[in-house]
């Protein structure tokens, strides 16, 4: 990747916006893939470092590096370890951390990375280059487990159905034969319109990568890292994903909902260590109409107070 972004990222603008950035900040990309966001935060005069636990996104984001006269690191790592990687490097605390969740244009993109069914390609789903793949899984795990992972991470309403099938046919290998084994599953015609195969690749992909599990982590390492009045934005492209950032931020900012007969009042652990996040903003029709995929994104912001971190 040169100092031009293949693509713009979701939300950019309200994300930049929101991180209201002043030169000679210190800023974490927390997902830095093509570097979009990156760019957009160096172009404002902070400094960056930005995670990525893509070794793939890492070695492209070089010529950036270059480009930005010293004021970008990189770290391939995940973001649940930024705390321990940003102090190791004199890096904190920080004004702004920004997470975009969930797999990237770019690795949706590559057949070889089998996150898709778009395009045939090795059953593999890991954003790192390390650990179990997508196939080693589903030709190992136990039919409950696979259902429940395909039923709790897909919120798919007949998981057992899936599970009992991809068992049966098993050895899987390719992205083409565990999509064609979900669409004979559940029924599914060439006009539908969404291909029934999509929640199981969903659910297996974070799965393998325990993206809600890093997400959690992440979030609290964000809370840990941020200055007083710095900023925290969290980009997020499902329910699953926005539950759980809604919910942190929720109960950090000391604005969980009051109890009632059938919900008692929850006491709060700790001083706020969030102010009441802002209102959620979605992308807007021209946005969508030039990226489809943006439809289904949600930011979410909140600024840090003097608050310790809550206790994880």
Same mark, same amino acid.
């Given at each position: $990747? ?22 000679? #900040? ?10 979009? !966001?990156?760019?957009?935060? *160096?172009?404002?005069?902070?400094? =960056? ?32 370890? $930024? #705390?321990?990687? *940003? ?11 920004? $997470? ?20 045939? +390609? ?9 650990? $179990?793949?997508?196939? #080693? ?11 429940? =992972?395909? !039923?709790? !991470? ?74 007083? +009045? ?18 942190? *931020? ?50 979410? =912001? ?11």
């Amino acid at each position: $990747m040169s100092g031009d972004a293949p693509h713009i990222p979701v939300l950019r603008d309200e994300v930049i916006d929101a991180l209201a950035i002043v030169p000679g #900040e210190r800023h974490v990309d927390a997902t830095f893939g093509a570097g979009g !966001y990156t760019q957009a935060i *160096l172009e404002r005069g902070a400094e =960056v470092a930005a995670f990525d636990r893509d070794s793939q996104a890492i070695e492209g984001g070089h010529g950036l590096v270059e480009a930005s006269g010293g004021r970008l690191t990189l770290i391939e790592a995940p973001f649940s370890a $930024m #705390e321990g990687e *940003l102090e190791r490097r004199g890096f904190l605390p920080v004004d702004g951390v920004t $997470m975009d969740i969930g797999v990237s244009s770019m690795q949706l993109d590559q057949a070889e990375r089998g996150f898709s069914f778009q395009q045939d +390609g090795p059953l593999d789903m890991r954003m790192a280059p390390d650990g $179990m793949t997508a196939a #080693e899984w589903l030709n190992t795990a136990d039919e409950s487990e696979i259902a429940d =992972v395909l !039923y709790h !991470y897909g919120e798919e309403p007949r998981s057992r159905r899936v599970a009992k099938a991809i068992v049966s046919a098993r050895p899987l290998t390719r992205t083409s034969e565990l999509a064609n084994v979900v669409r004979k599953a559940l029924g599914h015609r060439p006009h539908d319109k969404k291909d029934p195969a999509t929640r199981t690749f969903q659910a297996i992909r974070i799965h393998i990568n325990r993206e809600l599990d890093e997400l959690a982590e992440g979030l609290a390492a964000a809370e840990r890292v941020l200055k007083p +009045g710095g900023r925290l934005a969290v980009v997020t492209f499902h329910s699953l994903e926005d539950r759980l950032v809604k919910r942190f *931020l929720r109960e950090r900012s000391g604005s969980q909902p009051a109890g009632s007969r059938h919900r008692p009042v929850q006491v709060q652990a700790a001083a706020a260590s969030f102010e009441a996040p802002q209102r959620a903003v979605r992308p807007g029709e021209a946005e969508i109409a030039r990226n489809p995929r943006a439809r289904s994104a949600t930011l979410r =912001v909140a600024k840090r107070t003097n608050a310790a971190p809550w206790s994880s």
